[in-house]
């Protein structure tokens, strides 16, 4: 499997952002897939997460209500809708996939390049 994501960019606090991750394989519609991100200085951490049918979803408590992610296997595709955001959602995010439990880190074997968001107060 490889993924390519894309949308990332500079918006305002309050703005909000759509990532997308397009996936090459025809496996892709059987994998769990992930976003992760890093901001300056932290570690990568799972933000959020979908079953292969996109109807199971885990996000991480500070995100809830803010995140959104969803998925068109049919396109081949998952997206990553960010509202409200914050400066502090300043950092890279990698969409990832795998096989295993959505919202368990080691699931996730295969790797896209990383999107900016930057934030700005």
């Known amino acids: 499997v490889q993924l390519q994501a894309s949308g990332g960019g500079l918006v305002q606090a309050g703005g909000s952002l759509r990532l997308s991750c397009a996936a090459s394989?025809?496996?892709?519609?059987?994998?769990?897939m992930g976003w992760f991100r890093q901001a300056p200085g932290k570690e990568r951490e799972l933000v959020a997460a979908i079953d292969w049918s996109g109807g199971s979803t885990y996000y991480v408590d500070s995100l809830k209500g803010r995140f959104t992610m969803s998925r068109d296997n049919a396109k081949n595709t998952v997206f990553l809708q960010m509202n409200s955001l914050k400066p502090e959602d300043t950092a890279v995010y990698y969409c990832?996939?795998?096989?295993?439990?959505?919202?368990?880190?080691?699931?996730?074997?295969?790797w896209g390049q990383g999107t900016l968001v930057t934030v700005s107060s």
């Open positions: 394989g025809r496996t892709f519609r059987t994998y769990a």
């Open positions: 990832a996939s795998g096989l295993g439990h959505i919202a368990t880190p080691r699931t996730y074997q295969y």
